[in-house]
Each structure stands twice: as structure tokens, then as C-alpha cells.
DNA sequence: GCGCTTTCAGTAAGCGCTTTCTGGCGTACG
DNA sequence: CGTACGCCAGAAAGCGCTTACTGAAAGCGC
């Protein structure tokens, strides 16, 4: 049980009698060295399994193999494919990943960043969306800023407002219009909206390029059918149950995010609503179990994997302008069983006005 | 767009004239400092947003705050679920997460204990499975091996077969048993299993639980009707779909994971089959989805959050004996909707042999 | 054959911290 | 009043690397 240290290049050098410095440009590559004494080096090293410290090679000026990623929630089927793209690419180009769970708290986010500055990560991935707070926008650029001066790079998923910096954009405004397009084609004229808190650019975009498509086709969104909830499971069953006690006057059901989704969907059975055929429901994202609900969800499909690996890739490749480079990933409206036409008149009038009442129990 | 390097120390010490040694002292309360000093050190350090270089920390022999968590895929909700305890006990107790994923390779689980050696994290946490392969079972414990040499520490969750590490165990043995019995409660005695790799100890356990307590009551289960699959959806799905192909032989599936059981069930739906009226379908792990599922689906429910606050939490506990501490985790059997009496004698008969051959085109 | 360049191994100077050791000062005691 | 001691700030020695810089040997032209 003899605490015996780590294994230094010191030890290498010493056990292949060349120098400190060939043995570290052998291990390296940096510079030629001769083939007798290369090959003692790299043999003394694979024996005595020298694996070199991290710390020293970054404090001898070494550059970083370590990512810093930072979301919301890693359990959230959202971040989890995009993080499992990131963790692909990270895998492939032989890098490391810090990773931060802010848990939806603003200075979490902000102290996140501060700590990895001080690990001196490579590059910062924001993955979800800013802070609506004015505050905390204010504390994360001048965070941010610490750390790009000092030669960090930070790029994101999705828009970060008052930030310019590197992104790769899911197009929320065009996704949720081309979603909008569908489910007028399916006849629906009347649609209800449950979107995550209001300030954050995604669900801004979402929907607004969702009522901008219902413009166009001369359908308005009445402002009691509009809900703000969280951007969870719960949230959204939250959300549809305000709803229905506001009253349900749609037949089409839009919910920012498919985790909102289905928690709508649960909250809609809850309340003795059949989905599609009383009332459709489409989601967001298209994370990978709304396939196996019943009914199946219809969604826009975002490429999560694609999205963390993007970021990655894009925060690698050396920036040649000034501006901030911004890619944009469409999303692909993908129609499934949770969408039908609307129901015919006469049967949506039996209806009741609020299904909850239906629910007491008699006095 | 200066460069600027990052502030250190010593622009500390300076700017608040003190030596290099009483500022370090400060920021640590190593030791005690005249209050006009501190207070001057203090105004200096927040004045130039110092942030400590964590190599140099590291290098100069403090202990590392970075913890090393290996699991096979971010994404899958098993992981995630877990994941997302150890991120939180890792915030309250102020480390940072080195996250690797391995993608299933085993090649890449011992690179990456390899790696967190290289970057001195303080322990390295294993979740899941360990690779059943007898010479990756060696490497490990040789790159293990070194890794605890050097003082590191090792915790997994879940059993791994030869390591003598500490761990916190989900009791899958008694887990899969209590299962059973309820599933014979229900009048069951036909079963079938969907399990994920054969020599991995979650699943040994849960089958092997799971076999006992159907020969307890004097139920056998047939060979050809236990099916090997992946531990993925995917996997549960092609698992589900083998057992169909042989003749579905039982009134109740039992899917070693909720992760194969819903991909169980959409197999079983996909082939004409009705969950839970003509066969009833059971899982493991309680992965917060299969609540929303239709049906809901029957499991044997595990902390899983608590699983990874665990782990973290037992490796922070300084060990006193050199045995490798266990901690054990309790499942609970969650009867939903997926389960249910085994359908009548009669109904049953009416069940083609292989409904496979149902649903394929006539000729 | 002499002085030039070229090639490549070795020496040493840090990187930014922590921590031991040193030493100055103030207080308590003989 | 002088000596011993405690307290606390500063000087300096690394931690394990990378990378100039140094210098020895070898190759070349004249």
C-alpha cells in the first residue's frame, strides 16, 4: 500500500539515459530525434506506463485538451443528445470535457464560467438557452469577456441575446412556421400555445415564427391561448392544465419542446381529452422516445447529435473574421399520430367548454 | 483585441503590496493574516477578477477538485438519471466533472481512466456496467491499478467483477425477485425474459433474481425463452422481436431494462399485440419516461439520482479500512399499467403461434 | 585543412502556484 | 533592562513539464 508517486518524465529520461528534453520531443514529436534513442525513450516510457501531467504540460504552456460544456440539465433528453454529440466529436479529436449543470440557476452559469477560466479550458460550450434576466446577461458578458481577453474561445446552441459569439442556430423561427404551414394544411384554424419562459431567444423565435405563419394564412392566436410554463416535463402538464382551466378553444396544441409536450400530452388524458382526435399536439426537437408514445408525437426534428458535434467542430476551426460565425441547422417538420385533421364541427360542439368541471367529482 | 494574459498571483500580491505567500494565504485562510492586509489582498483580488490558475493549484500540490465520471452514453436515460446526482452532489460540494463517454468500447473505458490519471482528477467514478471481456477486464485493473497506486480513488455504481472497488449497489437481485413474486401475484406463470449482455453482473443479477423466484414457486423458465439483446432501445426492440420469432410462449415479458422495454413494447405492438391484455410487459430502473408511456409500464424503481449522489458522496468519505466499502440500494417494485392478470385460458388459445407470420403480406 | 552551416542532444529558465524556512518585530518574563 | 519566545510577513524552493538557448559533432565548400 506504498504510496508510490506518479511516474514522472523525469523517470523516463532517466530509465532511457537521454535527457529531460529529448525524452519530452520524443513523446511529443516535436522535434527529429535519432532513431536508437527514440525508440529507448518511448520503450521506457510504455514501461514504466508514463502518462504525462496534465497540470504541467498546461502550466509549461502546453495548449488545452480540456472543453468546457455548460447546460441546463443533463437528464433533459435535450441536452443529453446534444451532449452526446459533443462527447463524439470531443472523443474523436482526442479532447476532454468539463462538464457544468447549472440547474436552471443563472449564477451557477456565470460561476461555471469563472471556474473553467481558471481551468483554463481550451474553449466554453453553451448548450440551451441565456438568462432572460438584464442582470445576469450583464454578469455573463463581462464573464465571458474575462475569458475571451485572456485568449478563450465560448461558442453555443442557440442565440444568446447581447452576446456575440460563435453559434450554431437551430432555425426555431423557420421550423415553427414550417410546423404552423403543416397543421394548417391539416385543416386546423384554431391553435393554443404552450411556450417555456418568454424572454429566452428560443422560445422567442419559436413562437414567433409559429403566429407569423398563422398571419400569413390570416389565423390569429388568441392571447388567453398563449401559456408560459417551464421547460420540463412538468412544466408542460402545468401548462396544459391552465389551459383547459382557461377554457380550450383550439383543436391544435403547440408546445415549445417536446419534454413540454409530453407532459401536455399526460395533462390532456388527465383531463378525458383524446389525442389526436379531440385535440392535436405537436412538440419541438424531436428527442427520441416521443416515437414510442401513444399517440406518436408529430414535432419539428432538430439534428441533436449533429448540433453537439457542430458546436465542437466549430469552436475548433481557427476563426478567420472578426464577426462571429453563426451556422444554421434547419429543423424538418415530421408529421405523426399525435396530429390529425381537426374534429368535425358538430362533434367538437358536444365538447364541453372545460373539461375540468367534467372531472369533479359530483357534490 | 490585446491579448491580455490572465491575472496571477503575483498582479494580486502587487496590486495590493503584499507578498506572493501572504496572498496566497488570504484566498486560502491557510494561515492567519493582519486584517488591514487581507482586507487589502481581498479588494485587489475581486478589483482584477482573479481566478486561480487550477494547473498551477494542481501542480503545486494542492488537491484537485475535478472528479473523473465514466459511462457508456450520456444520453441514455439510465445514465443520465445518474448523471444528474453526481452533478448535483458535485456542486454542493464545489468539484468540477470530467464526463467520458465510451461509446460501448472498452478500449475507450481504459483510455479514459488513463487520461483522468493524467489530469490528477481526485477519484474517478465508474457508472454501469463493466465489459464482461476477460482482457479488458486485465487492463482495467492494471490502469486502475496504477491510477489507486498514486493515491486516486475508484467508485463505480454497479458491480464490476474482479475490482475490488467502492461501490453502491442496486440490489438487482432482490429487485428482479420481488418483481417476480408481484408478477406471480398477478397469476402469471409463463414468462419470458429480454435481458441486455450476458456476462455483465447487472444483468446476471437481475436474471438470476428474477429465475429464483419464479423456481421458489415452483415456476421454470424455458431457454428459449430468455432472448440476449443490447441494452438500448433498439436492442430491446430486435430482442423483443427474436422472442416473437421463436413463439411468445408467456404471459409476461420481463425487459431487463426500461430502456429494452420500450423497445419492447413497440415491438410487441408493432406485431399485433396487445400490452397489457394479451401479454403483460415489466422493466428495471424507473427511467422517468415510462410513466408517459401507454400503457405506463411496470418496473422495479431505483433512486437513480440518489445513485449518483451516492457514489460521489461515498468516495468524498475518507476510507478507514482497506476493505472496499458497499453501499446498497434497494429497488421498488412499481406495479402501472403495463401489467396485469395473464388474459383468460380461452382468449389465449385464440393467439396465433407467432404473430409474425400474421402480419407478413400474403403470398 | 580551415571555417562555415547544419543537425540534434543537453542545459536551464520559466509557467503560477503552495509551503517551508527565515527573519523582524512586539510582548512576556526573569 | 535584557533575553526568550511567539506571531506573522517575506524569500525561496520546488511541483513536472515545454522550449528557448547552448554547444558538440558532422558535413560542406574553398
Redesign the interface.
Known amino acids: 500500500?506504498g504510496?508510490?508517486?506518479?511516474v514522472t518524465l523525469d523517470d523516463v529520461a532517466r530509465a532511457a539515459t537521454v535527457s529531460l528534453a529529448t525524452a519530452s520531443r520524443v513523446l511529443n514529436g516535436t522535434a527529429r530525434v535519432r532513431a536508437d534513442l527514440r525508440d529507448r525513450v518511448l520503450a521506457a516510457a510504455e514501461d514504466l506506463?508514463y502518462?504525462?501531467?496534465?497540470?504541467?504540460q498546461?502550466?509549461a504552456g502546453a495548449s488545452s485538451q480540456?472543453m468546457g460544456v455548460i447546460c441546463h440539465?443533463?437528464?433533459d433528453?435535450y441536452f443529453?443528445?446534444i451532449?452526446?454529440g459533443v462527447?463524439?466529436a470531443a472523443?474523436e479529436h482526442d479532447l476532454?470535457?468539463?462538464?457544468?449543470?447549472t440547474?436552471r440557476d443563472p449564477a451557477?452559469e456565470v460561476a461555471y464560467v469563472?471556474?473553467m477560466?481558471?481551468?483554463?479550458v481550451r474553449a466554453v460550450l453553451l448548450i440551451g438557452s441565456g438568462f432572460e434576466d438584464r442582470g445576469w446577461q450583464e454578469e455573463m458578458r463581462r464573464e465571458l469577456g474575462?475569458y475571451t481577453?485572456?485568449?478563450g474561445r465560448v461558442a453555443a446552441v442557440s442565440r444568446h441575446r447581447g452576446l456575440r459569439i460563435d453559434s450554431v442556430l437551430p432555425e426555431n423561427r423557420a421550423g415553427a412556421a414550417a410546423l404552423a404551414r403543416a397543421l394548417l394544411d391539416l385543416g386546423h384554424r384554431e391553435f393554443a400555445v404552450l411556450t417555456g419562459p418568454r424572454a429566452l431567444t428560443t422560445v422567442v423565435d419559436r413562437l414567433g415564427g409559429f403566429t407569423d405563419a398563422l398571419a400569413e394564412a390570416g389565423v390569429t392566436l388568441a392571447a388567453d391561448q398563449i401559456v408560459e410554463g417551464a421547460f420540463t416535463?412538468d412544466g408542460g402538464y402545468a401548462a396544459a392544465t391552465e389551459l383547459l382551466g382557461r377554457g380550450l378553444r383550439a383543436t391544435c396544441v403547440f408546445a415549445s419542446t417536446d419534454v413540454m409536450a409530453?407532459?401536455a400530452?399526460?395533462a390532456l388524458r388527465d383531463h378525458g381529452l383524446t389525442v389526436p382526435a379531440d385535440v392535436s399536439l405537436a412538440g419541438f426537437d424531436d428527442i427520441?422516445?416521443i416515437r414510442?408514445?401513444?399517440p406518436s408525437l408529430t414535432t419539428v426534428a432538430l439534428p441533436l447529435e449533429d448540433l453537439g458535434k457542430g458546436v465542437l467542430e466549430l469552436i475548433l476551426r481557427p476563426e478567420r473574421t472578426?464577426r462571429s460565425r453563426i451556422e444554421r441547422v434547419p429543423g424538418t417538420v415530421v408529421l405523426r399520430a399525435s396530429t390529425s385533421a381537426p374534429p368535425e364541427r358538430k362533434r367538437r360542439r358536444t365538447l364541453p367548454d372545460s373539461p375540468l368541471t367534467e372531472l369533479r367529482p359530483s357534490p
Chains 1, 2 share one sequence.
Not at 51 to 56: G, L, S
Not at 117 to 120: E, I, K, T
Open positions: 500500500m504510496q508510490q508517486p506518479h506506463a502518462t504525462p501531467n496534465a497540470h504541467a498546461a502550466l480540456v440539465d443533463v437528464s433528453p443529453a443528445g451532449a452526446r462527447m463524439r472523443t476532454q470535457v468539463i462538464m457544468g449543470s440547474f451557477r469563472s471556474m477560466r481558471g481551468q483554463r474575462l481577453a485572456a485568449g416535463r409530453v407532459g400530452l399526460a427520441p422516445i414510442d408514445l401513444t472578426a
